[in-house]
Nanobody, 124 residues
Framework: QVQLAESGGGKVQAGGSLRLSCAAS????????MGWFRQAPGKEREFVAA????????YYADSVKGRFTISRDNAKNTVYLQMNSLKPEDTAVYYC?????????????????WGQGTQVTVSS
């Protein structure tokens, strides 16, 4: 059974930082592209960042480019999202996801497995 477990969410003031982690089990982690998505109340789930299986390529939404960094440790079956210079508009539930197929990293429909999400709240 595949499980993705996010952690590291919380409340922070604007300009602060948080580091999210997502621990994976039940899958061959090194074969999967990992992504982070977020969903704010009343809005659709949106792409945040993705990283290829080897970690050699990363992709970011324009809204987080230069502020967020995605990374992975295949030995620990874990993907991270370092979030700096947080803004109130970053407030959302953040989800990690895994996809086996390549390409289309921005589309949530292409991901095979999802975590339960972790809340990030940024106050002004």
């Amino acid at each position: 059974q595949v499980q993705l477990a996010e952690s590291g969410g919380g409340k922070v003031q604007a300009g602060g930082s948080l580091r999210l982690s997502c621990a994976a089990s039940g899958l061959t982690f090194g074969y999967y592209t990992m992504g982070w998505f977020r969903q704010a109340p009343g809005k659709e789930r949106e792409f945040v960042a993705a990283i290829t299986p080897s970690g050699g390529s990363t992709y970011y939404a324009d809204s987080v480019k230069g502020r967020f960094t995605i990374s992975r440790d295949n030995a620990k079956n874990t993907v991270y999202l370092q979030m700096n210079s947080l803004k109130p508009e970053d407030t959302a539930v953040y989800y990690c996801a895994a996809r086996f197929s390549s390409g289309g990293y921005y589309d949530p429909a292409g991901y095979d497995y999802w975590g339960q999400g972790t809340q990030v709240t940024v106050s002004s």
